[in-house]
Every structure is written in C-alpha cells, then in structure tokens.
C-alpha cells in the first residue's frame, strides 16, 4: 500500500489505505500490540446474512 490516512488518539493508531479505504493498520498505544498483526489477512468487513438452511452465512471482504 503506497500512500496511507492516519488517524491517532491517545489510544489508537489507524491507518487507512488513500486508494482503497482498506484498514491497514490498528495499533493499540495503550496494550503495545498491533491488532492486525498481518495486514494481508485483515478483513476488510465481515457481513452476516443468514440463508434459510445456514443462520452463520458469513460474508468475509
């Protein structure tokens, strides 16, 4: 990812990618741990939509 917005509390660090809006890093200053410890795996969002045969019908992006 080439060019990233960061937004910084006392609390957190969040970067997000300028291009895509993809999540890129959450840092926790109050813990000292990154919360997506690989960027490439975090998801992006993650939608519930049940199906009449499967309730858990989860939508990873």
Excluded at 6 to 21: D, F, M
Excluded at 24 to 53: C, T, W, Y
Aim: proline share 5%; aromatic share 8%; hydrophobic share 50%.
């Amino acid at each position: 990812m080439s060019e990233v917005i960061e937004i910084e509390n006392e609390y957190y660090v969040l970067q997000i990618g300028a291009q895509t809006g993809v999540i890129a890093r959450i840092f926790d200053k109050v813990g000292q741990i990154e919360l997506i410890a690989q960027p490439r795996l975090a998801e992006n969002f993650r939608l519930l939509l049940p199906l009449p045969d499967l309730e858990a019908n989860y939508i990873l992006g």
